[in-house]
């Protein structure tokens, strides 16, 4: 059994799965190692573009990654430096633009965009995207739509011909098999690789995820300071650490890193409803084969 589909072939790794960006816990650490494990690690561009440059002058040459850039913070300068230097350029939080694909395109970097609706989708097609990645409202982080994962992939399915990542909630290699079976060409897991030996999240981030079960998380908009109305979901302990600090508290978007010395649990800590696959504290290569292994053994019975 193969797992190898049009976004393999696109991105050139050998695993239809990518790891989500989540911010400075994306560290070019877990990209590499989940390269080199067969997905597509990717870097966020919510870094300033010196530190991005020389997150980048870490991978291999030759080892495909990519980076996300959320639309509303774009630095165009940064944008054009880093598309001639990865597989893909992915963009959040905007309406689809042509020109920012027309970019990247001119810089040799494929380019996709992730929505949250069919409509979106479809103006990810039309600008131009190599790849649209679907997000489902189930996803950690930052939620762009109302409707959960199988259904919009399957509006979205039905109305593209575009490659498409699925998110939010796949966190088990069941979850990816179920993901390629309702047609999409790959998925994009996040929650699990927080918790990857490699990831930059916190000691207490970590230990807080594999505590924690979909019963766990809540979507809400209390994170928002200097990107209001953007919904994002969290563990509701975080919500709850931070209304009990008060007046003390801060309510930004952004999550405790290792170095945090502050209250953690009163941070932004995002997940996904995939978080009860989260267990332990796995390299991201053992995540990766684990989720192929689970995913092809799931599909070899689907299809016996």
């Known amino acids: 059994m193969t797992l190898g589909t049009r976004f393999t072939s696109l991105v050139g790794c050998r695993h239809p799965i990518q790891q989500a960006p989540f911010g400075s816990s994306a560290t070019p650490e877990l990209a590499i190692a989940v390269s080199s494990a067969g997905g597509l690690g990717m870097l966020s561009g919510a870094v300033n573009g010196q530190a991005l440059a020389r997150?980048?002058?870490?991978?291999?040459?030759?080892?495909?990654?990519?980076?996300?850039?959320?639309?509303?913070?774009?630095?165009?300068?940064?944008?054009?430096?880093?598309?001639?230097?990865?597989?893909?350029?992915?963009?959040?939080?905007?309406?689809?633009?042509?020109?920012?694909?027309?970019?990247?395109?001119?810089?040799?970097?494929?380019?996709?965009?992730?929505?949250?609706s069919r409509a979106e989708a479809l103006e990810a097609c039309d600008a131009g995207c190599d790849l649209v990645a679907v997000q489902g409202v189930e996803a950690g982080g930052h939620v762009r739509g109302s409707v959960a994962l199988l259904p919009l992939l399957e509006e979205v399915r039905r109305a593209v011909s575009t490659p498409l990542i699925a998110g939010g909630g796949i966190g088990t290699g069941r979850a990816v098999?179920?993901?390629?079976?309702?047609?999409?060409?790959?998925?994009?897991?996040?929650?699990?690789?927080?918790?990857?030996?490699?990831?930059?999240?916190?000691?207490?981030?970590?230990?807080?995820?594999?505590?924690?079960?979909?019963?766990?998380?809540?979507?809400?908009?209390?994170?928002?300071?200097?990107?209001?109305?953007?919904?994002?979901?969290?563990?509701?302990?975080?919500?709850?650490?931070?209304?009990?600090?008060?007046?003390?508290?801060?309510?930004?978007?952004?999550w405790p890193g290792r170095e945090y010395e502050g209250p953690a649990a009163a941070r932004a800590l995002y997940a996904g409803e995939s978080v009860g696959a989260v267990r332990s504290r796995q390299t991201a290569g053992a995540i990766v084969e684990e989720l192929v292994a689970e995913a092809e053994r799931a599909l070899d019975v689907a299809s016996a």
């Open 55 to 116: 997150q980048l002058d870490l991978v291999p040459e030759g080892l495909p990654v990519g980076v996300n850039f959320l639309v509303p913070f774009l630095d165009h300068a940064t944008l054009e430096s880093v598309a001639a230097r990865v597989a893909l350029v992915e963009f959040f939080w905007g309406t689809p633009s042509s020109a920012l694909v027309e970019s990247v395109h001119q810089a040799g970097a494929l380019a996709g965009w992730q929505v949250g």
């Open 177 to 254: 098999a179920a993901a390629l079976v309702a047609g999409a060409d790959a998925v994009r897991v996040g929650t699990r690789f927080l918790a990857a030996v490699e990831s930059g999240a916190h000691p207490a981030y970590v230990d807080a995820l594999i505590a924690s079960g979909a019963e766990d998380t809540v979507l809400t908009t209390a994170f928002g300071a200097g990107w209001p109305d953007a919904p994002h979901r969290v563990l509701r302990s975080c919500v709850e650490a931070g209304e009990a600090l008060g007046d003390a508290q801060v309510w930004t978007p952004d």
